[in-house]
Every structure is written in structure tokens, then in C-alpha cells.
């Protein structure tokens, strides 16, 4: 018989966009700072056989606005106003991609965050950067 003291367990499930991309968060412990690592697959590839850019964005924001909610300390809803991603060097298919973001500055309506990807190798991928407009849920 269930215990009635005994609170449920609340599972977080990826959004569809995360699964589809097969990025996933593995540290937001820090507020205002998001860890994330993507495998550089072969269905992300372009004709001249690296990651597109495309998918390295998508990647950046997604890391980003998981910083934007850790960071403001209460139920909202996160938007992006706009995304600036620098391409600094080919994703090679296969590698490890790391995206760290953090919120540099802001307060209880606009963020301002940053993003830098590396590659398995410690190399400098991609920088991005976005300025997020917080609404209360």
C-alpha cells in the first residue's frame, strides 16, 4: 500500500527540441550558469561534412535560456529577443560538443548571456550571446 507521507518523485522530461537534437543539460547546480554536451552527428552534417551552423545555435540557446531560469530564482517564462552565435571552427561529425552559459548581467526582466562551445579536443567551437526577456509564470 502507498505511503500518504510520501511525496512523489518530479521527473523533468526534455523538451521535444532537446530530444530531437540529443543535447542534453548535465550541470545547472550554479545559479545563472548551464552545462551542456551534444554529440556532433553525422543527420547534423552539412554537404562539406561538418556540424551546420544551424544546429550549433540551436544548441547555444537552449543552453542559455536554462541559465536565464536558474539564475532568476522563481517561476518564469523565458524569451529570447534576439541570438548573435559566432562560428569559430568546424564541428567535426563524431566529436563531443560542451556548451557552457552564463548570465553576465541583467535583473528581474532582462538577462544578458553568453555561451562558448568547445569540442572534445578543448577547441574553441562557437560563441554565442542573447539578451532574454523574463515574464512571471
Known amino acids: 500500500m502507498p505511503d500518504p507521507e ?24 550554479t545559479p545563472g550558469v548551464s552545462v551542456w554536451r551534444m554529440l556532433a552527428h553525422e543527420r547534423f552534417a552539412n554537404p562539406a561534412g561538418v556540424m551546420q551552423g544551424g544546429f550549433i545555435a540551436a544548441f547555444v540557446d537552449s543552453a542559455m535560456g536554462a541559465a536565464t531560469v536558474t539564475y532568476a530564482g522563481r ?16 564541428a567535426k561529425v563524431g ?32 560563441r554565442g550571446q542573447s539578451t532574454y526577456y523574463l515574464r512571471s509564470r
Do not use: W, Y
Open 6 to 29: 510520501r511525496k512523489p518523485i518530479a521527473i523533468q522530461v526534455p523538451p521535444a527540441c532537446d530530444l530531437t537534437l540529443g543535447m542534453e543539460c548535465v550541470d545547472k547546480s
Open 75 to 90: 517561476k518564469i517564462i523565458s524569451s529570447n529577443t534576439n541570438l548573435s552565435v559566432s562560428f569559430l571552427r568546424a
Open 95 to 126: 566529436s563531443e560538443l560542451i556548451c557552457t552559459a552564463r548570465v553576465v548581467s541583467g535583473g528581474q526582466t532582462i538577462l544578458f548571456v553568453e555561451a562558448e562551445v568547445v569540442d572534445d579536443g578543448g577547441r574553441l567551437v562557437a
